[in-house]
C-alpha cells in the first residue's frame, strides 16, 4: 500500500543540521517526489544523499495542484510511496501540498507527517508570547491603508483574546511593514522580529514598539516572520 511522506526541507541552505536523520530514511522510501521547486528540491536531497541518482525518481511540481492532482491520484493507485516537498519548512503549513494531502486522505492512503524546521513554530517557540493562543495570517495586504487597518485589527484581536498573531512579508518588503507597524502600533505593544532562522546569523528578537523605535533593525530583503502581543 502507498504511503504519503510530508518531508521538510531546509529554511537556509546551511541549516542542514536542522533536519533529523530520518528524513533520509523517508527519502531513500519514496519512488514518486511532488515539490514546490525541483530544482532546490534536488539540490537539497544531494546535500542530505550525494550518492542519489535524481533520474531514478519520478518528480511532479506542485505550483498547481489541480494539474497534478490526476497524476497524483494514478501514482497512489499504483501503490507509489510519494514524497511531499515545499520549498522551505514543513510541506502544507502555510506551503503548497495539502489539496494533494486530502486526496490521500479520501482515499485513505497512509499520510506520515514528519518532523522537521518550521519557522512560525520556531519563532513562536523564542518569542517569550502567548503559545496557548496565536494564529498565522500569511501575508497582510499591500496597500498601505488595507495594512494599517489590518494591523490594528489584529492589535485589538491580540488585546480581546490574548493572542499572538504571525504573519510574513516578501523579504524585500520587510522594512516597510516594519515602518508601518511602529508608526501605527500602541508604544506597549509586542513585536518579535525573526529573521534567518536555523541558518547562521538567526536573530530572534522581541520588545515592546517604543523600544524598537529607538533602535530600528535593516532586515531588508533577509527571511523574516514577525509576531504581534498585545495581550496581557
Not at 494514478?74 to 516537498?85: A, P, R, S, Y
Not at 497512509?110 to 523564542?126: C, D, E, W
Request: with cysteine; hydrophobic share 40%.
Amino acid at each position: 500500500m502507498a504511503t504519503v511522506y510530508l518531508i521538510p526541507s531546509l529554511l537556509q541552505e546551511e541549516g542542514l543540521e536542522a533536519i533529523p536523520a530520518y528524513i533520509l530514511t523517508a527519502i531513500k522510501s519514496c519512488q514518486v517526489f511532488f515539490v514546490e521547486n525541483e530544482r532546490t528540491t534536488r539540490r537539497y536531497f544531494k546535500q542530505l544523499w550525494k550518492e542519489m541518482v535524481i533520474d531514478d525518481y519520478e518528480w511532479y511540481q506542485v505550483s498547481d495542484t489541480l494539474k497534478v492532482s490526476d497524476t497524483f491520484t494514478h501514482k497512489l493507485k499504483e501503490g507509489k510511496n510519494i514524497g511531499i516537498v515545499s520549498e522551505a519548512g514543513c510541506p502544507c503549513i502555510a506551503d503548497p501540498g495539502q489539496a494533494l494531502v486530502a486526496i490521500a486522505q479520501q482515499m485513505q492512503v497512509v499520510v506520515r507527517p514528519l518532523v522537521g524546521p518550521n519557522s512560525i513554530i520556531l519563532a513562536l517557540m523564542a518569542s517569550g508570547m502567548n503559545g496557548q493562543q496565536f494564529r498565522f495570517l500569511g501575508y497582510l495586504p499591500i496597500d498601505n491603508s488595507l495594512r494599517i487597518k489590518a494591523i490594528r485589527e489584529l492589535e485589538a484581536d491580540s488585546a480581546k483574546n490574548n493572542c499572538t498573531e504571525i504573519f510574513i512579508e516578501t523579504p524585500y518588503r520587510n522594512n516597510q511593514l516594519l515602518e508601518t507597524l511602529l508608526k501605527h502600533c500602541h508604544k506597549t505593544t509586542r513585536i518579535c522580529i525573526a529573521v534567518d532562522l536555523t541558518g547562521k546569523n538567526e536573530s530572534v528578537i522581541t520588545c515592546f514598539v517604543s523600544e524598537w523605535q529607538k533602535n530600528i533593525p535593516d532586515i531588508h530583503k533577509r527571511p523574516a516572520l514577525f509576531l504581534l502581543y498585545s495581550g496581557h
